[in-house]
């Protein structure tokens, strides 16, 4: 059974930093596609940011480029979520997602495996 888990989530002060992680059990995160969603209170979920499988391609919502870098250490099959300059919209649950292919777009329905969520809330 594969199994997602994210890490990282907390509160902070708007302007703040933190460091979202991702492993993965019962599979490799490091022979797929990765990416981070994320759903606020209320609202419909959204994507946040993709990562091919080794690395070498990025994509990420307007709302978030320039302040948040996803990057993977595939020999610790680990993926992560740098997240800068936050602000308070960006309070969410981040979820952690595995596709099943090199490479993964911006829609949900390309992701098989799904972690349960870490909370990050940002105080203004």
């Known amino acids: 059974q594969v199994q997602l888990v994210e890490a990282g989530g907390g509160l902070v002060q708007a302007g703040g930093s933190l460091r979202l992680s991702c492993g993965g059990s019962g599979r490799t995160v490091g022979s797929y596609a990765m990416g981070w969603f994320r759903q606020a209170p209320g609202k419909e979920g959204e994507f946040v940011a993709t990562?091919?499988?080794?690395?070498?391609?990025?994509y990420y919502a307007d709302s978030v480029k320039g302040r948040f870098t996803i990057s993977r250490d595939n020999a610790k099959d680990t993926v992560f979520l740098q997240m800068n300059s936050l602000k308070p919209e960006d309070t969410a649950v981040y979820y952690c997602a595995g596709g099943t292919a090199a490479w993964a777009g911006d829609s949900p329905w390309e992701y098989d495996y799904w972690g349960q969520g870490t909370q990050v809330t940002v105080s203004s």
């Open positions: 990562i091919s499988w080794r690395g070498g391609s990025t």
